[in-house]
Nanobody, 118 residues
Framework: QLQASGGGLVKAGGSLRLSCAGT????????ATWYRQAPGKQRELVAS???????RYADSVKGRFTISRDNAKKMVYLEMNYLKPMDTAVYYC??????????????WGNGTLVTVSS
């Protein structure tokens, strides 16, 4: 029910914008979260945003990444600036909410690879 996109190869100091699109099956998104998993490491929370747009960030990305949402479009974004090689990972979006059939969902999108070269 979620589709992530926007990953790619970028040099250190560069920027990327990831998008997480909710399908037409979704009525509304409550909390959305971006996670990432680097090679050989556990998946970690990067940033989350609630239904009232409250946000929180991992300490490692504070001041560099910004999470935002467009409720009408059922989209969640992750603007990543001043990227570092340590940001290299597969990024995943996760969201919970309500489907058009009024059922609760908690879904993961596909991963999108971000590679930051030094």
């Amino acid at each position: 029910q979620l589709q992530a996109s926007g990953g790619g190869l970028v040099k250190a100091g560069g920027s990327l914008r990831l998008s997480c699109a909710g399908t037409a099956l979704i009525r509304s998104i409550n909390t959305a979260t971006w996670y990432r998993q680097a090679p050989g490491k556990q998946r970690e929370l990067v940033a989350s945003i609630t239904s009232d747009s409250s946000t929180r960030y991992a300490d490692s990305v504070k001041g560099r990444f910004t999470i935002s949402r467009d409720n009408a479009k059922k989209m969640v974004y992750l603007e990543m600036n001043y990227l570092k090689p340590m940001d290299t990972a597969v990024y995943y979006c996760n969201a919970d909410g309500v489907t058009r059939q009024f059922r609760a969902f908690d879904s993961w999108g596909n991963g999108t690879l971000v590679t930051v070269s030094s």
